[in-house]
T-cell receptor, first 117, second 110 residues
Framework: DGGITQSPKYLFRKEGQNVTLSCEQN?????MYWYRQDPGQGLRLIYY???????QKGDIAEGYSVSREKKESFPLTVTSAQKNPTAFYLC????????????????FGSGTRLTVV | QKEVEQDPGPLSVPEGAIVSLNCTYS??????FMWYRQYSRKGPELLMY????GNKEDGRFTAQVDKSSKYISLFIRDSQPSDSATYLC??????????FGKGTRLSVIA
């Protein structure tokens, strides 16, 4: 079955530690996105990538880094510079570039819940 | 003012009720509108999409866009306990990532 796989489902980070969240898709989608979801805040865009080896900052990129070395993969690293990383992280993909979002929109993964301990 | 405003609720209704969920927006360049449904601890899934103004119906769901008022709605008829979820509106102008509302949490009580 085609889809997006995020792993792990739950992740615990100690203070000052970097952690990497995995996102893999087998939909042959060109664009991939990372969103952060906090209670009462909705989805906020961290980074997105429309093509391999290229990515753009979203609204809340500080303290995060990404790479896009393969079309299928878009890992997100939460660095120690991110002061409040506890949140639900969602990865998404879309078929074409930003001009082709309609009508299919995004396909989302099931999310990773990150907790600082 | 945020680009997209959505009342987070929670909204609690009895089974069989008609539910109205709404979003307002400030960016007049938005012309594509979507509604996503998100069950607890899951990723959102696309429920409805509309382009520009007008209505679109799909089973018990109707999406409505009023561009003159910058207001979109999702109506759910004959609501069921399985409709209990968070509903997120999303929109975009055609060359930027989707912009989401905060989501409205809906509970349908049997």
């Amino acid at each position: 079955d085609g889809g997006i796989t995020q792993s792990p489902k739950y992740l615990f980070r100690k203070e000052g530690q970097n952690v990497t969240l995995s996102c893999e898709q087998n939909l042959n989608h060109d664009a991939m996105y990372w969103y952060r979801q906090d209670p009462g805040q909705g989805l906020r865009l961290i980074y997105y990538s429309q093509i391999v080896n290229d990515f753009q900052k979203g609204d809340i990129a500080e303290g995060y880094s990404v790479s896009r070395e393969k079309k299928e993969s878009f890992p997100l690293t939460v660095t120690s510079a991110q002061k409040n990383p506890t949140a639900f992280y969602l990865c998404a993909s879309s078929m074409g570039d930003l001009l082709d979002l309609f009508p299919y929109g995004y396909t989302f993964g099931s999310g990773t819940r990150l907790t600082v301990v | 003012q945020k680009e997209v405003e959505q009342d987070p609720g929670p909204l609690s209704v009895p089974e069989g009720a008609i539910v109205s969920l709404n979003c307002t927006y400030s960016n007049s360049a938005f012309q594509y509108f979507m509604w996503y449904r998100q069950y607890s601890r899951k990723g959102p899934e696309l429920l409805m999409y509309t382009y520009s103004s007008g209505n679109k119906e799909d089973g018990r769901f109707t999406a409505q866009v009023d561009k003159s008022s910058k207001y979109i709605s999702l109506f759910i008829r004959d609501s069921q306990p399985s409709d209990s979820a968070t509903y997120l509106c999303a929109m975009y102008s055609g060359n930027t990532p989707l912009v989401f509302g905060k989501g409205t949490r809906l509970s349908v009580i049997a």
